[in-house]
């Protein structure tokens, strides 16, 4: 496994404080803060090349927890779309990681024409068969969508900026961007999102709005959210069912139905931030 050491990617600089560390597969990772701007992110972390591998290791688990969440995704995707509504009509929209197109699919739904990014071939090709999702395979150059999605992306790039600065080129004039990500303002998220062959960056409300601020964009709403979540389907969670124990102890709670207690709780806790941010450069 290949390391690297990273400067901020936010600001630039290198002075850093110690947040906390965690242990994966008996290698120690350390979250730092910077000094300067106070973004969050995992230094020194994998190489994009290494952790490649790892996404293609796991993409069959990934799939099958999709195809589980479908109706919940689609439950979350649509009141986010309903939100989106109060900013702009329906026109072009790019998911980016689009995984099985149910974001897509909830927005065609709503009148948008869907076009989806997604590196992993088997849930791109799910997504164009039972959705008619269009394909692409970069951002472009040309301003061409209305709206592009981000649902739990932006932790995982390695240059988050850069990132934005080349989606921003892909919209059209007050075009709007949708993320979320993990709140680390957000206990449970603190405890449960850190995941270091994944999740490079650690985003607050205040550093994600510098982020956009940054990159040419303007904070129209920010706010915590959940991804609708239950335990029923955790159990296809390659993160969450990673052994035998837990995978036995989530079969006797789905069994006796006791998850709809905790899926009430769960849903309550707002582990994640919701942005609406729109195009002003
Ligand atoms: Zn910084």
């Not at 090709?125 to 999605?149: A, Q």
């Not at 007050?174 to 603190?190: E, Q």
């Amino acid at each position: 496994m290949d390391i690297e050491y990273v400067n901020c990617n936010l600001c630039g600089k290198d002075d850093t404080t110690f947040v906390t560390k965690t242990v994966q597969d008996g290698q120690e990772f350390k979250l730092v803060k910077c000094a300067s701007c106070d973004l969050i992110y995992l230094n020194p972390r994998l190489t994009w090349d290494t952790i490649k591998g790892i996404y293609s290791e796991n993409k069959l688990d990934n799939f099958q927890y999709y195809l589980n969440t479908k109706d919940l995704d689609e439950q979350t995707f649509t009141e986010r779309l309903n939100l989106i509504r109060q900013y702009t009509t329906p026109g072009k929209v790019l998911d980016i990681g689009s995984s099985i197109g149910i974001f897509l699919h909830a927005a065609h739904k709503q009148g948008w024409q869907i076009f989806g990014m997604e590196l992993n071939k088997e849930e791109a090709k799910y997504s164009e068969e039972n959705f008619g999702v269009k394909l692409v395979s970069s951002y472009g150059t040309k301003p061409k969508f209305d709206l592009i999605n981000m649902s739990d992306v932006i932790e995982h790039f390695t240059h988050p900026k850069e990132e934005l600065q080349k989606i921003s080129k892909a919209l059209k004039q007050n075009g709007l961007l949708l993320i979320s990500t993990p709140d680390f303002d957000n206990k449970l998220t603190r405890k449960v999102a850190i995941k270091p062959h994944e999740h490079l960056y650690y985003f607050d409300k205040t550093t994600l709005t510098k982020l956009l601020e940054d990159t040419g964009f303007k904070v129209l709403y920010i706010e915590s959210t959940t991804r609708k979540l239950s335990l029923k389907t955790l159990r296809y969670s390659s993160s969450f069912n990673t052994s035998k124990v837990k995978k036995f102890i989530l079969d006797i709670i789905v069994y006796t139905k006791t998850y709809k207690i905790f899926d009430f709780f769960v849903n309550k806790t707002n582990p994640d931030l919701l942005v609406i941010a729109q195009k002003i450069l």
